[in-house]
């Protein structure tokens, strides 16, 4: 079942392998070649059917110049990181402090309490459309950044806690017993030994929080109404109408929109390190 | 001198099982006891409700007279050195060892200062500014010491320390906890389940036994005076022989007991309240108390003998040999033969018919209880 290499001996094989797996990959790129093919297409291209061939008179910023210039993309770009940026802290935060709780402490109904963070994520958040906004409009905050910053927090953290409590629970107990032992606080376990040991969770947590929510385009949709609120991927599917046959600017402002979960996966890729509990026990 | 460390009736129950059932104990100031036993005899449930690491269900603790039955582990002047080190891993070696002072918000001058003294004592000052994960075991586990020896609490606590080294790091470090010991004069609590490092370390051995203590007392007193089966079972190795056997007769102080494959012995007993004739009863013999003797030695108690297995340590031999109809019980290779140890080295091969025999002043008499009856081999000599 599992996967063996090629023999070196079965040449064909191992070229076939190498097609196979190129093909596998132009196909899972091709929407993506497309849209950045579509973002350098002047509007001739665009006029002309060309969606496809090599661009005709192809711009490299022009389109990109264009989105700054005609629409309000810079704006929602903006709101999308006023939003998803204090949502991920506030996640990271909470989620390290009830998986510290919950992996740490035996007290009644801990099980339960765990269950429950678990078990929201099952729910399909489509089900919640109407009670949540209903509920941020009489609160107020409908149309506000802090209705999706709320949301996003309350809805990310129940799996943010699944995984933290589940890392922090793989922590070697003695460390615990060592710091209790040392008549080191609570706190101050949390601080100086926890959380430096959890860097790779938090940096994968923080890469997979930000995705989720910078490309929610759903509760941006539901929660939002306002250019002035609205988050890039609202924002997008607001060009399409406005600008129905410039797709080679919508496909520029995608790939603007796009840039930050990558960036996001580059910039913490290098604290990914298995491994940072080496040498606390016995290895 | 006053007790350093006093229990006095500690039971813990978990989940409703007794782990430790009514434990009391006087340790003095500055003895190093080793706490041994099988494993699940409670004897790291015991040391971490020493530590405080867990609650007692009743029972008190003092150290020093103070009462510390509920206290904190921090509050009660004790170390713990734990087996797999715990050594935080972000952390370098001086970080590590001054931790638990830095976080107690103590001067940086006095922490600095505690870190020297315990790096010096260790020969660990070129280690303090690694990371763990760049030491060795043995080094790691000094580091871990050197932590213990910073907080300068009252006893230190070791669980295990040395299982997780290979056997000659492991006799280095035994030497090296035995000169610290002398050398910091503190005292010292250490709950192995090797009774290598109970023999060698210990001022006093506690030996534990489903949550009960079986005996407490220097090693050779243990080793020689074993109170109980189980503690002479427990200590030496290879283990002591017990040959199942039967009372027939009863004297003054003496008892005559009878094993398949042996002629009826006289033995010495202390107390012989539980022998009447007929009574089952055990005999113990050592290893290294059975010898080879002329196969037409006219010898009251040798019995033949065929070698089945023979272990060539160098500067001693183990012969495993089936001796029916004497049949062993228990023993550590699970069959009946006899175990017998030469204190040099032998030719004797797998097959080879022997004839073993002893005194019978080295035999122990255990009662059907377990307890030691005989006064034999009371005499180290």
Same mark, same amino acid.
């Given at each position: 079942?599992?996967?063996?290499? %090629? @023999?070196?001996?079965?040449?064909? $094989? ?12 132009? +196909?899972? !790129?091709? @929407?993506?070649?497309?849209?950045? #093919? ?27 110049? &264009? /989105?700054?210039? $005609? ?13 998803? %940026? ?29 269950? +429950? ?8 958040? $489509?089900?919640? #459309?109407?009670? /949540?906004?209903?509920? #941020? ?18 809805? &990310? ?6 995984? #933290? ?22 706190? $101050? *376990?949390?601080?100086? %030994?926890?959380? @430096? ?9 923080? *890469? !997979? ?11 941006? *949709?539901?929660?939002? &109404? ?5 988050? /890039? ?15 080679? *600017? +919508? ?17 913490? &890729? ?14 | ?381």
């Amino acid at each position: 079942m599992y996967p063996r290499p %090629i @023999p070196e001996s079965a040449p064909l $094989q191992r070229r076939l392998y190498m097609a196979v797996l190129g093909l596998v990959l132009l +196909v899972w !790129l091709l @929407p993506l070649i497309a849209v950045t #093919m579509t973002s350098f297409r002047s509007t001739q291209d665009i006029m002309s059917g060309n969606y496809w061939g090599w661009p005709v008179a192809p711009t490299l910023i022009g389109n990109y110049a &264009q /989105v700054f210039a $005609q629409t309000p993309m810079a704006r929602f770009f903006a709101n999308s990181l006023v939003i998803t %940026i204090p949502s991920v802290l506030l996640v990271l935060v909470l989620s390290t402090l009830n998986g510290f709780v919950l992996s740490r402490y035996r007290f009644r109904g801990a099980t339960l309490l765990f269950a +429950v963070f678990v078990g929201g994520n099952f729910l399909p958040h $489509q089900i919640l #459309m109407i009670p /949540v906004r209903d509920l #941020m409009v009489k609160a107020g905050l409908y149309d506000t950044f802090y209705a999706l910053i709320l949301f996003h927090v309350a809805f &990310q953290t129940g799996f943010a806690t699944l995984f #933290m409590r589940n890392f922090i629970a793989s922590l070697p107990g003695e460390l615990f017993d060592a710091a209790r032992a040392e008549g080191v606080s609570a706190l $101050q *376990v949390l601080w100086y %030994i926890v959380v @430096p040991l959890l860097r790779p969770a938090l940096a994968a947590l923080a *890469v !997979l929080t930000f995705t989720f929510i910078w490309n929610d385009y759903f509760w941006a *949709v539901v929660l939002t &109404q306002s250019d002035s609120v609205k988050p /890039v991927t609202a924002g997008l599917a607001n060009l399409k109408g406005e600008w129905l046959s410039a797709w080679n *600017v +919508v496909a520029a402002a995608t790939m603007i929109a796009a840039i930050p979960p990558v960036a996001m996966f580059f910039l913490m &890729q290098r604290h990914f390190i298995a491994g940072l509990t080496a040498g606390a026990v016995k290895g | 001198m006053t007790a350093s460390l006093q229990l006095h009736q500690i039971e813990k129950n978990f989940h409703g099982v007794p782990v430790l059932r009514g434990i009391s104990l006087d340790i003095e100031e500055g003895e190093f006891v080793v706490m041994v036993g099988p494993s699940g005899c409670g004897k790291s449930t015991l040391l971490r409700a020493i530590a405080g690491l867990d609650t007692v269900s009743s029972g008190r603790m003092t150290i020093k007279g103070r009462d510390v039955t509920r206290l904190e582990p921090v509050d009660r002047g004790i170390a713990m050195v734990f087996q797999s080190y715990a050594l935080y891993p972000h952390m370098t070696v001086a970080e590590n060892m001054g931790f638990g002072l830095r976080m107690a918000r103590r001067p940086p001058a006095e922490v600095d200062q505690a870190v020297k003294r315990a790096a010096e004592i260790l020969r660990i000052t070129d280690l303090l500014h690694r990371k763990p994960k760049q030491l060795s075991g043995g080094q790691r586990q000094r580091v871990a010491i050197g932590r213990a020896i910073t907080r300068s609490p009252e006893i230190f606590l070791f669980d295990e320390p040395l299982s997780n080294l290979d056997a000659a790091l492991r006799t280095q470090m035994r030497v090296e906890l035995s000169t610290l010991h002398a050398a910091l004069g503190a005292t010292m609590v250490y709950v192995t389940h090797d009774q290598v490092e109970a023999m060698t370390m210990a001022t006093r051995i506690v030996v534990l036994n489903a949550g009960l203590v079986e005996q407490v007392g220097t090693p050779l007193a243990l080793y020689h005076q074993p109170a109980n089966r189980f503690v002479a079972g427990f200590l030496g190795s290879p283990r002591m022989n017990f040959l199942a056997a039967v009372v027939q007769a009863v004297g003054e102080a003496h008892a005559v007991v009878a094993t398949p494959g042996l002629p009826p012995l006289t033995l010495g007993v202390t107390d012989t309240t539980e022998l009447k004739p007929g009574a089952a009863v055990t005999l113990g013999i050592r290893p290294e108390k059975l010898r080879i003797v002329a196969a037409d030695a006219n010898d009251a108690t040798g019995f033949p003998a065929q070698v089945r297995l023979v272990e060539q340590l160098g500067r001693e031999t183990v012969l495993y040999a089936d001796a029916s109809p004497l049949q062993t019980q228990g023993s550590d290779s699970g069959t009946s033969n006899v175990t017998v140890q030469l204190g040099a080295m032998s030719r004797r091969a797998p097959g080879d018919a022997i004839r073993l025999a002893f005194d019978p002043a080295d035999a122990y008499l255990f009662a059907a209880s377990g307890k030691t009856l005989s006064v034999a081999a009371a005499n180290p000599s």
